[in-house]
Structure formats: C-alpha cells, structure tokens
C-alpha cells in the first residue's frame, strides 16, 4: 500500500548526515530513519491499539494489503502524518508486538545502535563467520585468528565440523535461516564482525534454485538485519557471477550492466544491493568484494564452476592426468585463496573514508584451462588434460567476465596480488606433492 511523502521519499540520507541522534535522547542512542510505511504501521499499533486489539493478525493484514478503501487511506493517511510531525527516530515502542504485522519486513528496534563498532590493537573486533566449513572459511578463521586471536573469531556452519577444525578454535552450530538463532549467536558472543559466507554455489544453485533462493536470499535478509540491528561490520562475498552475458567481458568493471542468469549470480547482485541500501539506509557498514575463482590446496570446492581450477592439482599429482568439465579455452579471472582472504582483511580494516563505493572487483590473474594444463606439465612433463564438457558449467562460464578490471580496489584501498599463474602452480602442486609423498610414507 504505497503511501508516498514528498518529504521523506526524497530525503535520502547521505553517508555524512548519518549517525542520527534522536532528538530526544532516548537511551542516548542514534537511530535509523524509518520508512514512511514502517512509520504508518507503528502508529497504527499505537495510536489505534485499542480500538483494533479485539481484531486479528488476518484482519489486519487484510485492511494493510488491500487498504483501497478510502476510509482506511484516509486513517493511515493521519497517522503517518501525525507521526512525521513527531521524532523522526520512532523511538517510542509499538504497542503490538512486530510478530503481530505478520507478512511485513522486520523491523528494526528503535533502539539499535547503528555506528560500526570501532576496532583497535588493544580491543580487537569479535569474529563470526557464517558458512564457516566450506572451501574458504576454514582459511578465512586461521588467518583472523592468527590476527585477533584464536578466541576472538568464531566458525560456524550447518555442518558437523572435522576434529582438527574442532579442535582449531571456537566452532558453533548456527543456521542462517534461522534468524533467532543467528541473533543469540551475535549477542551471546558479543560479535562485532560478521563474514557472511554460507552460499549455495553456481552449479549447486542451478541444479537446487529453491535451496539457494532461500539461503543465498533469505538467509542474506537474516544476516543484514542482525548486523544492522546490533551495529556489526559486515562482510559479503560477491563474485564474477554476479555478471552476465550483457555485461562487458573483458573486463568487467566495478559498475556496469548486471545481468546474471544463474540464481546464484542473482542472488549476489541482490545482496551487493541491498547491502549498499543498507549503508546509505541505515548506516551498516557493509563491504564486499567480487572474488573471482578461488583456487586452494587444503580444502574442496563446494559446486562452482570454477571447481576445475582447483581440483587439477590433485588429480595431477595423484593419476598424472586431469578430465575437466570447461572447454579449452574457458578464460576466467582466478585468485589464489592467501591473496582472497588478504584483500577480506584488507577491505575490513580500510578506514571507511578511502572506500568510494560498497562493493569492489578484486582480480589476480585469469587463465583457461589449456594454459592451466601448460603450466602444469612444466613440472609434470607427462601430465595429461582431456575434456568432458559439462554443459551447465560451460554455459555459465561463457556468461561469465574473462577478466576483471580492479582498478578501484587498488585506487582506493591498495589493493595488490602476490599469486600469478606460475607461483599459483608452484604452490599448489608443492603442496600436493608432499602430501602424496607423506600419504606414500604412512
Ligand atoms: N570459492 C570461490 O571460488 C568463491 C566463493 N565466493 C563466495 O565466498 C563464500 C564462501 O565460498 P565457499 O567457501 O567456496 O563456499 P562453500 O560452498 O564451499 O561453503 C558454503 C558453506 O555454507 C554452508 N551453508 C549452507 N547452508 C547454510 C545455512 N542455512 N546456514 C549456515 N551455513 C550454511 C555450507 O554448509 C557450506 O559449508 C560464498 O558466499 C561464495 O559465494 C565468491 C566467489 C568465488
Ligand atoms: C566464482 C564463484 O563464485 C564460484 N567459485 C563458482 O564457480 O560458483
């Protein structure tokens, strides 16, 4: 029912105009502008809780969703306007409990704090990561630990963790759909950091869309309302999916056409969005980068397409010989997982005047697999590619970048890349070779 204000529809608050404080110092706390239909729906709660407390949760929802009839307009229609001659912080508490606006957004408490909580040597952030067991997690937490750490910075998945990740450092069980739990997990360890990394990835997605609707989006609104509730840094990964066919491929840049045609990458640009919404909305601070491909030695894939990239190594140390599901000549942007989990590190501690924007490209290098294979064979010589396409994983790749223009990161924050291809290979198959030579020992 889109009631519109002249006055608060173009008052988009700007980054500088926030923190607001609440003129009337309530609890003392700055608050978040609230939208004019969130402000209707609370003074319907108050100012008419008596006169509607003998209806029900679909009466009202009835008179919100089909309020053409003028009587109801013309009620809303006071109560908003009475509410914006009042504190523009909503600070006072609805009289009906939110639960009771059914089918409506969230809401965020009139008391939240919505400053970033500030970080230094001697008070360093409190960590939660999301997603925490799949392939960049487990690294992401031995890094922040080795930084804030080991107590400091939180794994948590759906999953039952391996013992050595068990026994590494704090683990917790935390579902981000569920978002009571996500919040007791945010408050009960005082949390000042989020790293949202729970995802379905590319292919997974394709081939599951409801699953990654619903994690990818749904479990995306859990975590910007927890963060934005309790004032935390967040961090979301978005990723060179989040182009497609339309977009300009080599290379994409920061800001162009985003048209991906995979649930996965929608949901990514629906999350660097609404992210940045939140930012200019309520003042989370929220950052985000585009990873391209990542390639790691000590953990698996999780069902992307860039999957190949990672799983060659193995395969070539193991069998001499690799069958990868791209064509030849599929040229992705890639990183090496240290330098993807730097730049994570990296864009958090940026001081939030040098970021111009919300969400940035991150690149290192960009191969295809036969220039994959031809790097490979320099230290295996008898290693042997052939080619079993996958149909799903191809058409996705082809829609993606070939390359990545990351000029921004490194303008505005310094971003810069150690791995190239050949320290990339050198890495990965030293790696694999002494644990095959310790396999082979044992
Ligand atoms: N690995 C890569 O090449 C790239 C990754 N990214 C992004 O980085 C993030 C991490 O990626 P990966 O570690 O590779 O992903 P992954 O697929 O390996 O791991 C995702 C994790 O999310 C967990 N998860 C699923 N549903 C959940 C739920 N309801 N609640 C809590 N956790 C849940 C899974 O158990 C899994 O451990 C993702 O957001 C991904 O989109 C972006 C670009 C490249
Ligand atoms: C590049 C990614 O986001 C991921 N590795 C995938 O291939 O889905």
Redesign the pocket.
């Known amino acids: 029912m889109p009631l519109s204000c002249p006055d608060t529809d173009n008052a988009m608050p700007s980054p500088a105009s926030r923190p607001r404080r609440c003129p009337r110092r309530c609890a003392g706390n700055s608050h978040a502008p609230l939208a004019l239909h969130e402000l209707s729906k609370r003074s319907l709660c108050r100012g008419f809780s008596d006169e509607i407390s003998d209806i029900n949760q679909e009466d009202f929802e009835i008179v919100w969703v089909s309020a053409a009839s003028m009587p109801v307009v013309r009620m809303l229609r006071e109560v908003a306007g009475r509410m914006l001659q009042g504190p523009a912080c909503g600070c006072r508490t609805p009289a009906l409990p939110c639960r009771f606006l059914g089918t409506s957004p969230r809401q965020i408490p009139a008391d939240a704090n919505f400053h970033s909580t500030s970080f230094s040597e001697a008070d360093p952030p409190r960590v939660l990561i999301?997603?925490g067991?799949?392939?960049?997690?487990v690294g992401l937490a031995s890094f922040l630990r080795k930084r804030f750490g080991k107590d400091n910075v939180i794994l948590s998945?759906?999953?039952k963790p391996p013992e050595h990740v068990f026994l590494s450092g704090p683990f917790i069980y935390?579902?981000?759909?569920d978002y009571k739990n996500l919040r007791e997990t945010v408050v009960n360890n005082r949390v000042t950091w989020l790293f949202h990394?729970?995802?379905?990835?590319s292919a997974v997605g394709e081939a599951n869309v409801s699953l990654a609707r619903a994690?990818n989006i749904t479990?995306l609104h859990n975590v910007l309302d927890v963060a934005a509730e309790h004032g935390l840094r967040l961090f979301v990964?978005?990723?060179i999916g989040a182009f497609g066919p339309t977009s300009p491929r080599n290379p994409a840049p920061d800001l162009c056409i985003q048209r991906p045609r995979t649930i996965y990458g929608v949901s990514?640009v629906h999350a660097e969005l609404m992210g940045e919404y939140y930012y200019y909305r309520y003042g989370l601070d929220f950052r985000c980068l585009r990873?391209?491909?990542?390639i790691s030695a000590d953990s698996q894939?999780?069902?992307?397409t860039?999957d190949y990239a990672v799983q060659i190594f193995h395969s070539a140390v193991k069998n001499g010989r690799f069958e990868c599901n791209l064509e030849p000549g599929t040229r992705l942007p890639m990183m090496y997982i240290d330098d993807c989990l730097r730049a994570t590190l990296e864009v958090m501690e940026a001081p939030a005047e040098s970021l111009s924007m919300r969400t940035y490209n991150i690149n290192a290098m960009s191969f295809t697999p036969a220039e994959l294979a031809q790097e490979v064979l320099k230290h295996i010589p008898e290693f042997q590619i052939t080619y079993n396409v996958d149909s799903v994983r191809q058409a996705i790749a082809d829609s993606w970048p070939m390359n990545f223009d990351d000029s921004n990161a490194r303008k505005d924050w310094g971003w810069k890349h150690d791995f190239d291809l050949p320290e990339l290979v050198t890495t990965m198959l030293n790696f694999h070779g002494s644990e095959s030579r310790i396999a082979q020992a044992n």
């Open positions: 999301t997603g067991l799949g392939q960049l997690g998945d759906i999953r935390s579902d981000i759909l990394y729970s995802a379905l990835l994690v479990g990964p978005s990723t990514k990873y391209p491909g990542i894939p999780g069902g992307g860039t």
